[in-house]
């Protein structure tokens, strides 16, 4: 099976809310489903997990970084793609703080525009107590481990 790597992008604005966007599938292999997620997508042969979150930063909000920091959590799990590939999904995730709530989509891909439906800033305590698919589903959890001086357990 192959291992997909790919960087995802925890991005808190001035709130400490946190930006997720909604993704629906209706015609591929992950068709009805509907799940809240982070920003970001996979390594690029040649880049490395922090030069594609900078990548994806941009593509999919419009902000530009040239350092994403150090890697505050890892995953690896199987996981469907849409085209029904099977793969080991290879994740890291940084954090971001913006000053800035507004998100520019005008460097979304085609399938991008076709999976995402919407976004939002979204409280700790919302996503500790809603009954949406979240992924991952411990991102509080992640940012107390990563940031405890900042945000609460």
């Given at each position: ?8 992008l ?10 997720l966007?909604q ?5 591929d292999?992950l ?8 920003v ?5 042969n ?6 594609a979150?900078c990548r ?8 530009v970084r040239?350092d ?15 085209s029904?590939e ?7 995730f ?10 520019k989509?005008?460097?979304?891909s ?7 439906s ?10 500790r ?10 991102i ?11 945000f609460?357990n």
């Open positions: 099976m192959r291992v997909r790597k790919s960087s995802r925890l991005i808190i604005n001035e709130n400490l809310e946190v930006l966007f993704f629906f599938h209706e015609n292999a068709a009805g489903q509907k799940y809240w997620a982070t970001g997508g996979g390594v690029e040649g880049e490395t997990f922090e030069q979150a994806e930063l941009y593509e999919e909000t419009g902000i040239d994403v920091g150090i890697c505050v959590d890892t995953r690896n799990f199987e996981m469907l793609l849409p029904s099977i793969v080991i999904s290879n994740e890291r940084f954090v971001i703080f913006v000053k800035d709530d507004e998100i989509t005008n460097n979304w085609d399938h991008e525009k076709k999976v995402i919407k976004s939002n800033w979204w409280k700790l305590e919302d996503l107590e809603t009954s949406e698919t979240v992924f991952p589903n411990d509080p959890n992640i940012l107390f481990r990563s940031f405890p001086q900042i609460k």
